[in-house]
């Protein structure tokens, strides 16, 4: 018969531990359910609203109430300014409006991509919309700016983002003088300037059927984009334009001037046009829906970087008398179309500044072309350098490019230097746009 020790009690220390152990392991059994379904319940999903730091206004960031239209998954999610119902900010606050190109919340990024129904209804002091500056919103909706009595522009002159603006987008707006609608328009607006009481102008950038519902409360002037499908500016257009509103008093072009090797300006004294330090653009001759002359164009004054090199001007889009060509500076009235106007002479260059992102940071390129009479060298210098080209033929162009080695990089000029082998020279500024090549 074998014999064994006589089994021995555990230790008191061992049955503490013991014990220890097993409380562990259930307390981790009761919260893992209690985890699960807090992590499903705080998923971001689409239609959810949340409210984080967004808007600035009058330079302050404010709480801004903000829905979810995309969840973020691996790529950011996306959102809209407003629940739809409510203001998304105090009512009460006085300044400019800016709208950033993407939020932070919950360790999620989210780009703002719309303005919900709405989103600055009543917002009283607010003095612009921020759409001036902003490129990632692209829908406003409906009466997303009504009652905002102290705004003065809608900020689309130039906005290439927006495609969609809700009915009333900028209804009862008292300040509003001169109202824009942009170029990237796809579908008609609905009587976006209802009840704007003091409106005496409207700029449509986009094609005429983006137009027709306009919803003019009496007769005014309509601008329009030389070149956009639709702009005829024939009875038709006016009937077209009539049908939820008055008839405009006259349609007047605005159209661009582009002058290399010199610049283009308003000339002295002139009445300008009311778009034109949000567009750029230059009003041609108003047109009355009897066909007769509306509004005298815009006059323009051109004139050339180098009188001393300057040799004549080319011109597209325009008629010049030959002494009009012959002179450094000239001032003609503003036609129905864009133009092109180019100096002459035995130094011409012609330079176009681009930005670019290239593996993550910011480059700058430049082209230039020899537009003169002789052969030249140049010096291209910009933020990021300079460069030589030792000869450039007549007609013959070249580029260059440096990295900025950011990746935000500000906007900027080239500087483009030209010499001929007889000595005769000219200097001109080719200008490139702000760029980012960081994470969206």
């Not at 509004?295 to 889009?317: K, L, Q």
Request: charged letters at 10%; proline letters at 7%; glycine letters at 10%.
């Amino acid at each position: 018969m074998a014999l064994y020790p006589p089994a021995t009690a555990p230790s008191p220390l061992a049955a503490r531990s013991r014990w220890a152990i097993l409380a562990s392991v259930a307390l981790v059994a009761a919260l893992v359910p209690a985890l699960v379904g807090q992590t499903a319940v705080s998923a971001a999903e689409k239609g959810d609203t949340f409210s984080a730091p967004g808007i600035t206004v009058g330079g302050s960031t404010l709480p801004t109430t903000f829905s979810i239209t995309r969840a973020p998954d691996s790529a950011p999610g996306e959102v809209s300014v407003g629940d739809g119902s409510s203001p998304a900010i105090r009512t009460s606050a006085a300044g400019d409006v800016g709208i950033p190109t993407v939020i932070q919340h919950d360790g999620a990024q989210y780009r703002i991509t719309g303005i919900a129904r709405n989103a600055f209804r009543g917002a009283s002091a607010i003095t612009s919309t921020g759409l001036a500056q902003n490129r990632s919103v692209t829908s406003i909706g409906d009466f997303a700016f009504a009652s905002a009595t102290a705004l003065t522009s809608t900020g689309l002159e130039a906005n290439d983002a927006v495609s969609a603006i809700g009915t009333g987008a900028f209804a009862s707006t008292r300040s509003l003088l001169d109202g824009a609608l942009p170029v990237s328009l796809s579908k008609a607006p609905s009587i976006p300037f209802t009840s704007a009481a003091n409106l005496r102008s409207v700029y449509v950038a986009a094609p005429l059927a983006q137009a027709q519902r306009l919803g003019l409360t009496r007769g005014m002037p309509v601008y329009f984009r030389s070149g956009s499908a639709g702009w005829d500016t024939t009875a038709r257009t006016f009937t077209g334009l009539a049908v939820y509103g008055a008839r405009p008093e006259q349609l007047v072009p605005l159209s661009s001037v582009r002058v290399v090797g010199g610049t283009a300006a308003p000339s002295a004294g002139a009445a300008q046009n009311p778009f034109r330090g949000g567009t750029g653009l230059f009003a041609g001759p108003g047109v009355k829906a009897d066909g007769s002359t509306g509004s005298a164009p815009d006059m323009v004054t051109i004139t050339a970087s180098n009188p001393a090199s300057f040799r004549g001007w080319r011109v597209t889009g325009a008629q010049l008398t030959p002494e009009q060509l012959a002179s450094p500076t000239v001032t003609i009235p503003m036609g129905k179309n864009d133009m092109t106007v180019e100096a002459t002479s035995a130094t011409g260059v012609e330079a176009v500044a681009t930005s670019k992102c290239v593996a993550g940071k910011a480059y700058v390129y430049v082209t230039v072309k020899n537009t003169g009479t002789a052969s030249v060298s140049l010096q291209l210098t910009s933020g990021y350098g300079s460069k030589s080209v030792a000869a450039l033929a007549p007609s013959k162009s070249t580029s260059v490019s440096w990295t900025s080695r950011l990746t935000n990089m500000p906007a900027g000029a080239v500087t483009v230097a030209a010499r001929t082998t007889d000595g005769q020279s000219s200097t001109m500024s080719a200008p490139y746009p702000a760029l980012s090549c960081g994470a969206v």
